[in-house]
C-alpha cells in the first residue's frame, strides 16, 4: 500500500469511531506523518497509535507525535479556519503543526514552540522533508506564548497543562479559543474554552492523556517508573508519601467484582469512571503501561505500599494488592457504585469554568496558580 492509501485508510479507521470534519480530514490525507517520524516503520506511522520519540534519564517520555485520534479531536475541537492565526504549544516532531498550517491556510499563520532545541531543530527538518513551510517552530517556554506573533485567534497546547498561563489569555483575541490538556486532580481533559464574560468558560470537553509540561510553568503532578520492561508507570495529582508499591503489584489480589456492568471490556479502563475518581477521592492514583494487549490504563488508590486498581471485564472489577489491598479493593469499588448512581458522567457531560479572583458559582472547585476551576457535570 502506499502512503496516500495508507492515510486514507487511517482517515477511514478513525471515522468509523469518531466524527471527524471534513478539513481535518482532509488535512490528515494530505500530511505525510512518516516523514516525521523518521527511524520508525512507515506502515507503524499510518497506525492510530501515540509514538514516543524521547525519554528522560528516568524512562519517562518527554516528547511523542500524539495519537492521531486525539489530535483530530483535539484539531476539531480549535475549530481553525482559514487565515486564523494559531499558537501551538509543543512542537514535538512537527507533526501537529504541519496539520494546522493545512487548516489555516496560505494566508494563516502557525507558530509552534517547544521547550527542547533538540526536538526544534528535529520538527524544522521534518516540516522542510514534508515541503512545509506554513509553519514556524521556536524554541521557547510555551508558558510564555509567543508575543511577538500576537495576536492569535487560535491557541493550542498539545502538552499537559496545570493551570491556563496567563500569557495565553492576554496574547489571544477577544473572540479567540484555546484547546488545552487541562489537569483536574490529576486526569486530563482536553477543553476548549472562550472568553465569557469576565471568566473562560468551556464549549467541550474530550478525554485525553499527554504528557505533562516541562519548565517553571509544570504543575506538581508526579510520574513513577515503577518497572521499565514491560513498562509501568504510576501517576499521582501531587507528590506524596508511598510505600514501595511495585512487590505488592505482583501478589496475588484481593477481587471484588462490582454490579457496574462494563460495555468496553479490556486494558483500559473508562475516562468518565478515573476522573470521577479524581475528583473524589484525594488517594487517587493511575497505572499505565504496556502488556502484550498493547497499552493498558487504570485508575485506583494508593495508600502506604498497598494498592487497589480497576480492571474491566464485563463487569468493573477492584483489586486490591499489599497488606492493605482488601480494603482498598472495597473502597473503590463502593466510588465505583457511587459513579454509577451518577449516572455514569463521562468528560464530554462536564462544564469547566476558569475565573479569576473571587468565584460564587456552584461546582467542585479546584484551586490552581493564576486561576480557580469550577466543575459541574451536565
Ligand atoms: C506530545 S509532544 C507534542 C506533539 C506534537 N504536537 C507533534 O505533533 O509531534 C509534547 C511536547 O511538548 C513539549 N513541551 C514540554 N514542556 C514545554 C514547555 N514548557 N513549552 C513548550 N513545549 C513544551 C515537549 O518537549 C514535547 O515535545
Redesign the pocket.
Known amino acids: 500500500m502506499d502512503f496516500a492509501t495508507q492515510r486514507e485508510a487511517m482517515v477511514a479507521l478513525l471515522r468509523e469511531r469518531q466524527e471527524v470534519s471534513e478539513p481535518v480530514a482532509a488535512a490528515l490525507r494530505a500530511v505525510p506523518r512518516h516523514l516525521?517520524l523518521p527511524g520508525i516503520d512507515p506502515g507503524d506511522a499510518y497506525r492510530d497509535e501515540p509514538i514516543v520519540?524521547?525519554r528522560d534519564e528516568a524512562g519517562r517520555p518527554?516528547?511523542?507525535?500524539?495519537q492521531p485520534a486525539i489530535?483530530a479531536t483535539m484539531l476539531d475541537q480549535l475549530g481553525v479556519a482559514p487565515g486564523h492565526r494559531v499558537l501551538?504549544?509543543?512542537?514535538?516532531?512537527?507533526?501537529?503543526?504541519a496539520l494546522l498550517a493545512r487548516l489555516a491556510g496560505p494566508d494563516g499563520l502557525v507558530v509552534?514552540?517547544?521547550?527542547?532545541d533538540e526536538?526544534v531543530a528535529r520538527?524544522r527538518e521534518h516540516l522542510a522533508a514534508a515541503g512545509e513551510s506554513g509553519a514556524e517552530v521556536v524554541c521557547?517556554?510555551?508558558?510564555q506564548g509567543y508575543p511577538a506573533r500576537a495576536p492569535y485567534d487560535r491557541l493550542i497546547a498539545?502538552?499537559g497543562v496545570w493551570d491556563l498561563a496567563p500569557a495565553w489569555l492576554a496574547q489571544l483575541r477577544p473572540d479567540g479559543r484555546l484547546v488545552v490538556p487541562l489537569d483536574l486532580r490529576g486526569v486530563q481533559v482536553s477543553v476548549a474554552m472562550e472568553r465569557d464574560g469576565e471568566h473562560w468558560a468551556s464549549r467541550s470537553v474530550a478525554p485525553c492523556g499527554?504528557?505533562r509540561?516541562?519548565?517553571p510553568?509544570?504543575g506538581p503532578e508526579v510520574l513513577m517508573v515503577l518497572r521499565r520492561d514491560p513498562e509501568l508507570m504510576l501517576a499521582l495529582p501531587a507528590p506524596r508519601k508511598l510505600g514501595d508499591v511495585a512487590p505488592a503489584l505482583d501478589a496475588v489480589p484481593t477481587e471484588i467484582t462490582t454490579k457496574v456492568e462494563e460495555p468496553a471490556p479490556g486494558p483500559v479502563i473508562g475516562m468518565g469512571m478515573s476522573l470521577w475518581l479524581a475528583l473524589h477521592e484525594p488517594r487517587w492514583c493511575a497505572l499505565s503501561g504496556q502488556t502484550a494487549a498493547g497499552h493498558s490504563f487504570t485508575a485506583g488508590i494508593v495508600e502506604g505500599d498497598s494498592i487497589a486498581v480497576l480492571a474491566a471485564e464485563d463487569y468493573l472489577i477492584a483489586r486490591g494488592h499489599g497488606a492493605d489491598g482488601a480494603r482498598l479493593a472495597a473502597e473503590l469499588a463502593g466510588h465505583v457504585a457511587a459513579w454509577d448512581q451518577a449516572g455514569r458522567p463521562e468528560a464530554g457531560g462536564l462544564r469547566v469554568e476558569a475565573h479569576h479572583g473571587p468565584v460564587d458559582a456552584e461546582g467542585i472547585h479546584i484551586e490552581k496558580r493564576h486561576t480557580t476551576l469550577v466543575l459541574a457535570f451536565r
Not at 521557547?140 to 508558558?143: C, I, L, T, V
Request: hydrophobic share 45%; net charge negative; no cysteine.
Open positions: 516525521f520519540t524521547k518527554i516528547s511523542s507525535s500524539s489530535m501551538e504549544i509543543g512542537a514535538g516532531t512537527g507533526y501537529n503543526a509552534s514552540v517547544d521547550i527542547d526536538l520538527a521557547a517556554d510555551g508558558a498539545t502538552v499527554f504528557m509540561m516541562r519548565g510553568f509544570a
